[in-house]
Structures are given as structure tokens and as C-alpha cells.
């Protein structure tokens, strides 16, 4: 058990649609991390968040937004949804703010567009 | 300048042989190169990394072997067991000041036969 709890598990919706994936980060960590795993890319790093501020950015489309609370959970929220959005979603957490130091993953939501 | 490529992408080994992943990568500026390990259904879970200060680690039946020169790291998985049996990733990072990421490898899917 990673200590990262990710809510909820599976989500299915449709196409249009727009959904909030959870992300409670180890205790202790400050830096909440967001992956998308797909078949095609692999894990593809999306944005990070450091104590409340967003520290990096990746390939995260702009449909696509997050943040980081007060308490340090994060929220990813994915809108005007497309088929290709199916994937595996994955929050990940440090520590500290920089990516090179270990980041611990959660098990993940699995997202289905229908 | 941010890849990092793995290979194989799948491997079968026999009980008890040694199985060995590769990554390649071209940041010189990479500072940090840990592995991980995904079963189905779960998120990729640390399993050992490394920094270029050193040349092997070793943690238990895995040892890292990092080659600064040839810009190459590898996993050896020793006495391999079934229970090993994984989608396994490399990646790499570095001290971010800015916009920086983790970066992974395409995955190796490793099997273990009887």
C-alpha cells in the first residue's frame, strides 16, 4: 500500500461529459503528481502541484484542469470528454517539489468514455 | 532530449535465470533514474533507483547497473520468480528549477515460466 488513496476506482460516463478524479497524497507529502496511462503512450506525466501551487506542467490538454487544496488533495477535472480520454489516471505524490526524488502512485481511476 | 528509451518490450524468462531490462536516455542533466513495477490493475509501485554518483545498487534480488558514459541504466532481476512477473518501467529526472518531469520508458512486460 502506496498511501496514496484514489477515488473513485472506475468511472464510466459518456462522451461530453465532465468528471473529477480524487487524489489523497501520502501523509507528509507536499507535491501531488498527475499520470495518464494509456496503451498507446504509456504513462505520460500531466501536471504537478507543490503545497498548493502548480509547479509543472506536461501535455495536459486544456479541457483538462486540476488543483491542490489547502489540506493537499488534489482534484483533476476532465471535461467536454472524447473517446480518447479512456484511460487509466493516475496520482502520484513526493515529499518535496522537485521531480527527482521518489514519487509513490496510487492505484489509479479508470476511465471509460462510452 | 527528454526520452528515454526501454527495451525489450516483453521478456520470458525461466524460474531461477536472471532477467535484464535496459534504458537508454539523452539528458545529461538527468540526476535520478529509479524503476518501477506495475501488476494489472494496480499503479506502478517504486522499486529501486539510482543516481549517477554511483554505478550499481543493489536491493535484495534487484541491482541497478548505470553507466554515465554510454548514457545507459538496466535493471537485473536475479533467482527470477513467478511472482515477478510485471510490466516494469525505468525513468528519469532531474532538480527542477522549472518545468520539469518525471520521464518514463514504454514499459517492459516481463514473464516468468515454471
Known amino acids: 500500500d502506496s498511501g496514496v488513496t484514489q477515488t473513485p476506482k472506475h468511472l464510466i460516463t459518456a462522451t461530453g461529459q465532465r468528471v473529477t478524479l480524487r487524489c489523497s497524497p501520502r501523509s507528509g507529502d507536499l507535491s501531488v503528481y498527475w499520470y495518464q496511462q494509456s496503451l498507446d503512450q504509456g504513462l505520460q506525466f500531466l501536471i504537478q502541484?507543490?503545497?498548493?501551487?502548480?509547479?509543472a506542467k506536461g501535455n495536459i490538454l486544456e479541457r483538462f484542469s486540476a488543483q491542490q487544496f489547502p489540506d493537499l488533495h488534489s482534484e483533476l477535472n476532465l471535461s467536454s470528454l472524447e473517446l480518447g480520454d479512456s484511460a487509466l489516471y493516475f496520482c502520484?505524490?513526493?515529499?518535496?517539489?522537485?521531480?527527482?526524488?521518489?514519487?509513490?502512485f496510487g492505484d489509479g481511476t479508470r476511465l471509460s468514455i462510452l | 532530449q527528454q526520452q528515454v528509451k526501454q527495451s525489450p518490450q516483453s521478456l520470458i524468462v525461466q524460474k531461477g535465470g536472471i532477467s535484464i531490462i535496459n534504458c537508454a536516455y539523452e539528458n545529461t542533466a538527468f540526476d535520478y533514474f529509479p524503476w518501477y513495477q506495475q501488476f494489472p490493475g494496480k499503479g506502478p509501485a517504486l522499486l529501486i533507483a539510482?543516481?549517477?554518483?554511483?554505478s550499481e545498487k543493489k536491493e535484495g534480488r534487484f541491482t541497478i547497473s548505470f553507466n554515465k558514459s554510454a548514457k545507459q541504466f538496466s535493471l537485473h532481476i536475479m533467482d527470477s520468480q513467478p511472482g515477478d512477473s510485471a510490466t516494469y518501467f525505468c525513468a528519469a529526472s532531474k532538480r527542477n528549477f522549472g518545468n520539469e518531469k518525471l520521464t518514463f520508458g514504454t514499459g517492459t512486460r516481463l514473464t516468468i515460466i515454471p
Open positions: 502520484a505524490s513526493s515529499v518535496g517539489g522537485s521531480s527527482n526524488q521518489p514519487q509513490h
Open positions: 502541484y507543490y503545497n498548493g501551487e502548480e509547479r
Open positions: 539510482i543516481r549517477p554518483d554511483v
